[in-house]
């Protein structure tokens, strides 16, 4: 392309591993496969940090060399969309900005002077994505869309002109998107191609750091977000709930040891739980109070506990009806530490999660927590946020306390909250 103008490339000549290069980009191994591939339907399924963006964009970019395309980066939402559509834009204005005749990040847009354009676009409003016929099309973090934004919006936009579409995003689930995946798994289905990938594929990431930080993740995260594997929407949250972890009795405060008490509460429907651990990560001390105990009974069975065990610091859901419960501990002389368990729930139980697949949680047989651990589940929304909590009709009270407990054995500065530690 050296200093040729953009209206005179033929491009029925063009050849797209040269322009790479002339514009600076070096695909790693894994994205020159996705490059190469010539499905009209490339479905891209990697862990986080694979480089899943940069290619698509690169993608992008030469698709508009072709004279008068349109192509679009669709998101679940505005903000998504704009991640593929800057890299696109800052690209060009990088490696040629004389090629460029028109951009805005604001309004999403970006026009070349061989009168190529590419817009960004949200899927959060799909009446928004009728027009005109389209070269090119990105679903970005498409898992996170409906289904009837591609089925009913996006795929028609293709017909006139027998566009191509890349699909990428971190697997959410096994709804459509894990479908199409399949199809480009499918030798007979010529039309499509699937490839997946770990986050290490990418060069530039350090595989051995990750792995040293595998048990900080738990094992759904680190499947789906590093290992790019599809995993069930819903399901059972904690594994080996007897085997691994039923463990040993009660145990009487010994002196000179720590303990910290987590401190679920309840009035009426669900009731208070209060998990007493110790510095090993083993419950000595387990107590669940009977629904519709008053307040005065309950701040004195919580402070009478929290003495007991040489002072164990309370780790409280000041939730709700929780906040002044904690002010009044706290004038009490007991230890507290308010939490707000609503805002933090699935922070809490991630790293429940962790301790549990690490073994550092043990606990003598207690009936209702254990029915607990074993019919709590995780679900995605859709949204594609993780919620945890009970079936209908059951409750958690016993998972939050000893969850809260937990909280207070790692402590303010080593709580690690594994949602925010990778991707």
């Not at 986050?199 to 790019?228: C, F, H, S």
């Not at 690490?358 to 019919?375: A, C, F, M």
Request: hydrophobic share 40%; with cysteine; aromatic share 12%.
């Amino acid at each position: 392309m050296d200093g040729q103008v953009l209206q005179e490339v033929s491009w029925m000549g063009f050849d797209k591993l040269a322009f790479f290069d002339a514009i600076g980009y070096q695909p790693h191994p894994g994205q020159m496969k996705l490059h190469l591939a010539t499905a009209r339907y490339r479905i891209l399924a990697c862990g986080s940090r694979w480089g899943k963006s940069t290619a698509a964009s690169r993608e992008a970019m030469a698709a508009m060399m072709k004279p008068d395309s349109l192509g679009w980066v669709v998101g679940p939402t505005y903000d998504l969309a704009s991640i593929v559509f800057r890299e696109i834009m800052y690209g060009w204005l990088k490696a040629r900005p004389d090629f460029v005749e028109d951009y805005s990040e604001t309004r999403g847009y970006m026009r070349l002077i061989n009168g190529a354009e590419c817009y960004a676009k949200s899927a959060d409003n799909p009446a928004s994505l009728l027009g005109r016929g389209l070269d090119w099309l990105i679903p970005d973090e498409c898992a996170l869309m409906q289904e009837r934004v591609w089925q009913e919006f996006l795929q028609a936009r293709l017909i006139e002109k027998k566009g191509w579409a890349m699909f990428t995003s971190t697997p959410k689930g096994k709804g459509w998107f894990y479908q199409l995946f399949l199809r480009g798994k499918d030798a007979e289905q010529a039309d499509y191609y699937s490839q997946e990938g770990a986050t290490w594929e990418n060069p530039i990431v350090d595989k051995e750091a990750l792995l040293k930080n595998k048990p900080n993740w738990t094992k759904r995260y680190w499947d789906q977000e590093v290992l790019g594997h599809f995993i069930e929407e819903s399901g059972a949250v904690f594994r080996n709930i007897r085997g691994d972890h039923l463990s040993g009795d009660f145990q009487e405060p010994s002196k000179g040891h720590s303990y910290v008490a987590g401190v679920d509460l309840a009035k009426h429907q669900d009731w208070t739980v209060i998990t007493v651990l110790d510095e090993t990560g083993h419950v000595v001390c387990w107590e669940r109070l009977d629904q519709g105990t008053g307040w005065p009974t309950q701040k004195m069975r919580i402070a009478s506990t929290s003495a007991k065990y040489n002072g164990a610091t309370c780790y409280v859901d000041s939730s709700g009806v929780g906040d002044p419960i904690v002010d009044d501990l706290g004038a009490m002389g007991v230890p507290v530490m308010p939490v707000p368990t609503a805002q933090q729930k699935t922070q809490l139980i991630d790293a429940l999660v962790v301790a549990m697949d690490n073994n550092k949680i043990t606990y003598p047989e207690i009936p209702v927590l254990l029915n607990e651990l074993e019919i709590f589940e995780h679900e995605k929304t859709g949204t594609g946020r993780d919620k945890y909590g009970a079936p209908s009709g059951m409750h958690d009270d016993a998972v939050i306390s000893l969850a809260l407990a937990w909280r207070g054995v790692v402590g303010e500065q080593e709580w690690f909250i594994p949602t925010k530690g990778f991707g």
